[in-house]
């Protein structure tokens, strides 16, 4: 995250530039966390505290567009509202940490040969449930569920336009960052009690 004056920025505050992230002023280039990660770890989104997500979104947010941008991915295999989609996250996120690794400077030459190989078969992947999910360059809709035998149907998803990718994509983590300091709160909460 941006620092300034060496406290760290955030999302969810009102005074946040967010020009100054690469993934807001069209920047498509990427070098990794901005601090390093001793060692990288796999990232378990539903066990990030939200301090720790902010972080996270932001920069796989910024690796993506980066990927797309230098490999020409076409919507079929990257559709903007990726960040809408649990599928596409656990991918994503699992290549972004496979590139890392795969292009850490203490990394094994080869490494980035097979990240390539990887790639290819994570962009299958990543076709397939663009393709079942549903969504595309120009609408997206949240990915049907399929109600098993004894459970309430769930609600099918209304399709949206859209218009400005940036500001959902910053309306979806600040609902996330949140979410997660609700759960934050009440865990305090209930060990203080």
Same mark, same amino acid.
């Given at each position: 995250?941006?620092?300034?004056?060496?406290?760290?920025?955030?999302?969810?505050?009102?005074? %946040?530039?967010?020009?100054?992230?690469?993934? #807001?002023?069209?920047?498509?280039? %990427?070098?990794?966390? &901005?601090?390093?990660?001793?060692?990288?770890?796999?990232?378990?989104?539903?066990?990030?505290?939200?301090?720790?997500?902010?972080?996270?979104?932001? &920069?796989?947010?910024? @690796?993506?567009?980066?990927?797309?941008?230098? /490999?020409?991915?076409?919507?079929?295999?990257? *559709?903007?509202?990726?960040? +809408?989609?649990?599928?596409? $996250? @656990?991918?994503?996120?699992?290549?972004?940490?496979?590139?890392?690794?795969? /292009?850490? *400077? =203490?990394?094994?030459?080869?490494?980035? $040969?097979?990240?390539? !190989?990887? #790639?290819?078969?994570?962009?299958?992947?990543? !076709?397939?449930?663009?393709?079942?999910?549903?969504?595309?360059?120009?609408?997206?809709?949240?990915? +049907?569920?399929?109600?098993?035998?004894?459970? &309430?149907?769930?609600?099918?998803?209304?399709?949206?336009? $859209?218009?400005?990718?940036?500001? &959902? #994509?910053?309306? #979806?983590?600040?609902?996330? $960052?949140?979410? !997660?300091?609700?759960?934050? =709160?009440?865990?305090?909460?209930? !060990?203080?009690?």
């Amino acid at each position: 995250m941006p620092t300034v004056d060496g406290q760290q920025e955030s999302l969810l505050d009102p005074d %946040y530039d967010a020009s100054i992230h690469p993934m #807001f002023n069209g920047s498509a280039e %990427y070098s990794g966390h &901005d601090e390093p990660v001793e060692p990288l770890r796999p990232l378990n989104w539903n066990l990030l505290s939200s301090e720790e997500a902010e972080a996270e979104w932001l &920069d796989l947010n910024a @690796w993506v567009d980066w990927l797309r941008s230098t /490999y020409g991915l076409a919507p079929t295999v990257i *559709p903007p509202y990726w960040h +809408r989609h649990d599928e596409l $996250i @656990w991918e994503l996120s699992a290549l972004h940490l496979h590139w890392l690794n795969s /292009y850490d *400077p =203490d990394g094994s030459p080869s490494a980035p $040969i097979m990240w390539h !190989r990887d #790639f290819a078969d994570a962009r299958q992947r990543l !076709r397939e449930w663009v393709a079942t999910c549903g969504t595309r360059l120009d609408r997206d809709r949240p990915t +049907r569920q399929t109600t098993w035998p004894g459970e &309430d149907a769930q609600p099918s998803g209304v399709e949206v336009v $859209i218009e400005d990718r940036g500001a &959902d #994509f910053v309306e #979806f983590v600040v609902e996330d $960052i949140a979410a !997660r300091r609700r759960i934050e =709160d009440r865990a305090r909460a209930g !060990r203080a009690g």
